[in-house]
């Protein structure tokens, strides 16, 4: 009688989901796709071309074939999968800097630090690196840039449902708060022709993007203007838009980022907030929101919030929530609106 598999319970599921991640971070960081992009090869030239160890590596594909990132094309033989492309470092969905920097050394080690955190009250990042994270990046430019880039990935993948929700083309004169490389402004300059911009970062954030707005055609309409948002930001903008800001901080350095907004905003301007939003009480729709919460604790300190504590968070800015979007596919991102209190 044939035995049938059937999947784990869902606790031992989850556990099993992480070791995926690593395999699928391993393929990332070794640029086991690359190597693939022009067609199946043999395991044994993939592991010549990696200086990898033949036997080992050829577990880690059979891994990635089982996961779908790869197919089995012969005995020895693998090529690369649709699922596997956003593995690929130039394919235009690349999501590989986002999984070295997800699944990555440096964060795996802050993960290895929940528990401690949990009962300290401090970041696993802290406890595995001796700094927050953020002071870390400013310390180590190769990481900061894996983590600019992967920021960068995830901005490109999220701008179109964003900027649909957030309609910046209503407004004049927009400027990202905490912009990175320029990719979601970009997108929105391209967009509408009649807008202008500024990006506002630290230098290192806004290493890029430059090179990001040039290659948009937009950068004419856009300025660069490095600063610390806990400092002072740039006056004029009818719209300041921070995405995935807030939720890197807790409550009174959010606020604080806020009190600048808030000084830096003209008459009439508004506060566009684009974060994950929990509700009062959570379900297993919410997990994606959830597994961010808890990153957060781990990497920065920061949180994912329900609209009630961003009301709270706002009015301690003297700012007051006047719209909350949908939720935005596919990353449950909401566009929260807000005007002088």
Same mark, same amino acid.
């Given at each position: 009688?044939?035995?049938?598999?059937?999947?784990?319970?869902?606790?031992?599921?989850?556990?099993?989901?992480?070791?995926?991640?690593?395999?699928?971070?391993?393929?990332?960081?070794?640029? %086991?796709?690359?190597?693939?992009?022009?067609?199946?090869?043999?395991?044994?030239?993939?592991?010549?071309?990696?200086?990898?160890?033949?036997?080992?590596?050829?577990?880690?594909?059979?891994?990635? &074939?089982?996961?779908? *990132?790869?197919?089995?094309?012969?005995?020895?033989?693998?090529?690369?999968?649709?699922?596997?492309?956003?593995?690929?470092?130039?394919?235009?969905?690349?999501?590989?800097?986002?999984? !070295?920097?997800? @699944?990555?050394?440096?964060?795996?080690?802050?993960?290895?630090?929940? +528990?401690?955190?949990?009962?300290?009250?401090?970041?696993?990042?802290?406890? &595995?690196?001796?700094?927050?994270?953020?002071?870390?990046?400013?310390?180590?430019?190769?990481?900061? @840039?894996?983590?600019?880039?992967?920021?960068?990935?995830?901005?490109?993948?999220?701008?179109?449902?964003?900027?649909?929700?957030?309609?910046?083309?209503?407004?004049?004169?927009?400027?990202?708060?905490?912009?990175?490389?320029?990719?979601?402004?970009?997108?929105?300059?391209?967009?509408?022709?009649?807008?202008?911009?500024? %990006?506002?970062?630290?230098?290192?954030?806004?290493?890029?993007?430059?090179?990001?707005?040039?290659?948009?055609?937009?950068?004419?309409?856009?300025?660069?203007?490095?600063?610390?948002?806990?400092?002072?930001?740039?006056?004029? @903008?009818?719209?300041? *838009?921070?995405?995935?800001?807030?939720?890197?901080?807790?409550?009174?350095?959010?606020?604080?980022?806020?009190?600048?907004?808030?000084?830096?905003?003209?008459? $009439?301007?508004? %506060?566009?907030? +684009?974060?994950?939003?929990?509700?009062?009480? *959570?379900?297993?729709?919410? %997990?994606?929101?959830?597994?961010?919460? *808890?990153?957060?604790?781990?990497?920065?300190?920061?949180?994912?919030?329900?609209?009630?504590?961003?009301?709270?968070?706002?009015?301690?800015?003297?700012?007051?929530?006047?719209?909350? $979007?949908?939720?935005?596919?596919?990353?449950?991102?909401? !566009?929260?609106?807000?005007?002088? @209190?």
């Amino acid at each position: 009688m044939p035995i049938t598999q059937t999947e784990p319970p869902p606790v031992q599921q989850r556990l099993f989901d992480a070791m995926a991640g690593k395999i699928v971070h391993a393929a990332a960081e070794l640029r %086991v796709c690359d190597l693939l992009a022009n067609g199946p090869r043999a395991a044994a030239a993939l592991a010549t071309a990696l200086d990898a160890d033949p036997g080992s590596l050829r577990r880690l594909l059979r891994a990635l &074939a089982g996961l779908g *990132v790869l197919e089995q094309a012969g005995d020895d033989a693998f090529s690369l999968t649709p699922a596997g492309r956003p593995l690929l470092g130039d394919a235009p969905d690349s999501a590989r800097e986002l999984c !070295v920097m997800l @699944a990555g050394a440096e964060n795996w080690r802050s993960w290895e630090h929940l +528990v401690p955190a949990v009962r300290a009250g401090v970041t696993g990042w802290e406890l &595995a690196h001796g700094m927050p994270a953020f002071e870390y990046y400013g310390r180590h430019p190769g990481s900061a @840039a894996n983590f600019n880039a992967a920021m960068a990935e995830h901005s490109r993948d999220a701008a179109a449902g964003i900027l649909a929700a957030a309609d910046l083309g209503r407004f004049g004169a927009v400027t990202d708060v905490g912009g990175g490389d320029g990719t979601l402004l970009a997108r929105a300059l391209r967009d509408h022709p009649g807008l202008t911009g500024t %990006v506002f970062d630290l230098p290192a954030g806004l290493a890029s993007a430059a090179a990001t707005l040039a290659e948009a055609g937009v950068a004419d309409r856009c300025r660069l203007v490095p600063g610390d948002f806990f400092e002072n930001l740039p006056g004029g @903008a009818d719209a300041y *838009v921070l995405k995935q800001v807030l939720h890197d901080w807790d409550d009174e350095r959010a606020a604080a980022i806020l009190r600048n907004v808030r000084a830096a905003m003209p008459d $009439g301007a508004r %506060v566009l907030v +684009v974060d994950r939003m929990l509700p009062e009480r *959570v379900g297993p729709g919410d %997990v994606p929101t959830l597994l961010v919460d *808890v990153l957060m604790l781990v990497v920065t300190g920061g949180r994912e919030r329900t609209e009630a504590e961003f009301g709270d968070l706002l009015a301690r800015a003297g700012l007051k929530l006047d719209r909350v $979007g949908e939720r935005i596919a596919p990353f449950g991102y909401h !566009v929260l609106e807000a005007v002088a @209190a």
